[in-house]
């Protein structure tokens, strides 16, 4: 079946050379490609010290309220409202055959009003298309729900309302409400190294009754147990403008066992708005599991990267071989080391600067090749006209599958001795071990001077290099477009309207179910499904979290990406893609309600795109074409009434159409009269058969 890639917001298992997938085993390992560029020496961002301190912190931002609890005849919910008018939606769940005919049947106010108060349900009946989660299992599990308005309140103070629900029995409710002037309340969420705590600041004044309430279900479904992963006040509690929230566990059996959704709290609080009326806010805080890992027990304790050794291999280009990021306790995992080579010489004062270099690499044995050329060149710049050795000035190590965060850096520059002795560890003769000295000893090349593409990413792995004996026969490379879904899905594209195209599917499990999979998990399932279609050349057409996947893997690995050759101009092409993130946090209430949602994501949140986002040079972003849609615009219906009230105009139901602009990239258009996915109001955007086949075209591959 295919699931709509709807919700962006979701935590994801962990993607490991050697990873386990549900029963599925994988010990997969990418070749990464050594990104190289040459010294700019007006930025040292990524060797700032604010990146050593290991604390982490993001903001997250919010415009609404959201309340959860249970609904019966017997008991109504109850919520609060504020402001002088407003809106919002009243959603629940319903995963039977037959889908409701009414479930919220009236609102009124709990204590007695004032004339002209009015609050009013939009339709008569429970409906479809609020909150379309949609189980991987049953495809008729998904949110119903109603629209409201309120206007004409007089108080200044917060108006209780109550829900009345049809069922004697009671059923989960969500509410989201705003008022018609909204405030954005934002708030920073800092995690300390080694702690358990998280430290909530809203970053707004005026504010009033903050506190911690867990999100409450009404309805256990299967002898469910109640989650271990909320967070508890621990200090705070509606003091001033901060709280500070705990975990309740740091157990990661919790989240294998399936309860990978439960890590949510509503952060609830009131604000004064423009006019002295007060409003509901709330600020949704996940503590999803990628947390608990943050202080990843390293072999080394104090964070410290060494470097472990270096030799000069037979293309002549140098192996920086580093140690002491492996957790001892869980094994290899990428990460993403960032280092400055330079080199030292008696006959030069002072050290040159010769790369910066970048790379995913395992944190086991991590290894980083630099070419040749960077030194040949640096040495005939700089005249350096006596023996010389390469030095890593600095390093700095963050992981991919959490945040971004800080691993561990080098402490003080480590020189390396290849160029006299015998110390590299390879045992060489001395004739063989002098032929590379001398390679690298050698003039610079024309191209080596101008700096060439070798030197930027790295050799070319062997399944893409011609050997002499066997040389390649072009007629039997195999050159594709590869058709990418977005988050939490299993399809998107009509492969009937494009031409030598093959759908992306996991290439982990015999059986795709929709799951979440972070930036750099995503685009290692793209490497690794390419490869075993033996796929050589390949232009992308993604949609939503498919765009963001490509382009990191573009940069970060050698894939057929690099060996495109024929067809149109368009290397990657997306629709409807977060590359500057989206504000759904909605998305934690879904485990909450009993829906089989894929779980929070931080690389898709605002924060966490652009922290990923800005690993990604502007050249690179060039490789993209991209596209966005959205409805008419005003008083035309929204893709759903839900996310319009969390979203900013113009927006496709999931993203806003200014944070699916990527600075550096083609914008191509905008698709008028649709939505992100499928269940919207409109069509989704990769059901456009005329902008499907046009992409076809386009398509470099």
């Known amino acids: 079946m295919r699931v709509p890639s709807i919700f962006l917001l979701l935590s994801s298992p962990l993607y490991f050379a050697t990873a386990s997938f549900g029963d599925q085993k994988s010990t997969y390992v990418p070749k990464p490609k050594m990104n190289g560029k040459a010294i700019n020496y007006g930025d040292r961002s990524i060797f700032s010290d604010d990146k050593k301190n290991g604390d982490f912190s993001h903001t997250v931002t919010s415009k609404v309220a959201f309340f959860t609890g249970g609904c019966s005849s017997n008991e109504p919910f109850q919520f609060s409202l504020g402001g002088r008018s407003g809106r919002g939606v009243i959603g629940t769940p319903y995963a039977s055959v037959e889908p409701p005919t009414t479930y919220v049947t009236s609102l009124s106010f709990v204590d007695s009003h004032q004339e002209g108060e009015e609050i009013t349900l939009l339709v008569d009946e429970t409906q479809s298309n609020f909150f379309p989660f949609t189980d991987s299992v049953d495809e008729h599990a998904e949110y119903f729900g109603v629209p409201f308005n309120f206007s004409g309140m007089n108080s200044q103070d917060l108006s209780s309302i109550s829900v009345y629900c049809s069922s004697t029995e009671p059923v989960d409710i969500v509410v989201i409400v705003t008022d018609d002037e909204p405030e954005v309340v934002s708030a920073k969420l800092t995690h300390a190294l080694g702690s358990d705590n998280v430290h909530v600041e809203i970053e707004q004044t005026s504010i009033r009754n903050l506190h911690a309430q867990p999100m409450t279900k009404a309805v256990k479904q299967n002898n469910e147990k109640p989650s271990e992963r909320h967070l508890r006040v621990i200090h705070g509690k509606g003091n001033g403008n901060d709280i500070f929230l705990q975990k309740k566990s740091r157990s990661l059996e919790s989240y294998d066992s399936g309860t990978k959704n439960n890590g949510c709290t509503f952060v609830q609080m009131t604000k004064l708005n423009v006019e002295d009326y007060l409003v509901p806010k709330t600020v949704v805080v996940c503590s999803e599991h990628h947390d608990v890992r943050r202080d990843r027990k390293l072999l080394e304790s104090d964070h410290g990267i060494k470097l472990d050794g270096a030799e000069i291999d037979e293309n002549g280009d140098i192996v920086f071989k580093f140690m002491g990021l492996e957790d001892k306790d869980l094994g290899a995992s990428d990460l993403k080391l960032d280092a400055r080579i330079g080199v030292v010489s008696e006959c030069v004062d002072e050290t040159i600067e010769v790369v910066d270099m970048t790379a995913m690499l395992p944190s086991v044995e991590p290894t980083l090749v630099v070419n040749g050329g960077w030194f040949r060149r640096a040495v005939e ?42 110390n590299d560890g390879r045992n060489l003769s001395m004739d063989k071990l002098n032929k590379r000295r001398n390679l690298l000893k050698a003039p610079p090349s024309d191209d080596e001077l101008k700096i060439n593409k070798e030197m930027t990413i790295g050799r070319k792995p062997d399944r893409f290099v011609s050997s002499q004996n066997s040389p390649r026969d072009l007629q039997e490379e195999i050159h594709k477009k590869v058709l990418v879904h977005g988050y939490c899905s299993t399809g998107a594209w009509n492969e009937d309207w494009f031409t030598d195209a093959i759908t992306f599917t996991d290439p982990d499990t015999a059986i795709p179910v929709p799951d979440n999979w972070n930036i750099h998990q995503f685009a290692i399932k793209i490497l690794k499904f390419t490869e075993d279609n033996n796929i050589y050349g390949c232009g992308i057409i993604a949609h ?58 931080f690389d898709l949140t605002e924060e966490g795109a652009s922290n990923w986002l800005e690993t990604i040079p502007m050249d690179v972003r060039g490789n993209v074409y991209y596209a966005t849609s959205n409805p008419p615009g005003g008083f035309a219906l929204p893709c759903l009434f839900s996310t319009h009230l969390i979203l900013n105009d113009p927006e496709d139901g999931v993203v806003e159409r200014q944070r699916a602009i990527l600075e550096g990239g083609n914008l191509v258009g905008h698709f008028v009269n649709h939505c992100h996915a499928i269940d919207m109001n409109y069509p989704a955007q990769y059901e456009n058969e005329r902008g499907s086949r046009g992409a076809d075209s386009k398509s470099f591959y």
Not at 559 to 570: E, F, K, T, V, W
């Open 381 to 422: 710049l700089h005249e350096v006209s006596c023996d010389w050795e390469p030095i890593v000035l600095e390093a700095i190590a963050t992981d991919p599958n959490a945040k971004y965060n800080y691993l561990g850096h080098l402490k003080n520059p480590a020189k390396a001795i290849i160029m006299k002795g015998n």
């Open 544 to 601: 939503s979290q498919g765009g963001l996947a490509s382009l990191h893997l573009k940069y970060f690995f050698n894939s057929c990406l690099d060996y495109a050759n024929g067809g149109g101009d368009r290397l990657i092409q997306s629709a409807g893609s977060p590359y500057q993130g989206t504000n759904l946090q909605i998305n934690g209430i879904g485990g909450f309600l009993g829906l089989q949602t894929c779980g929070y994501n």
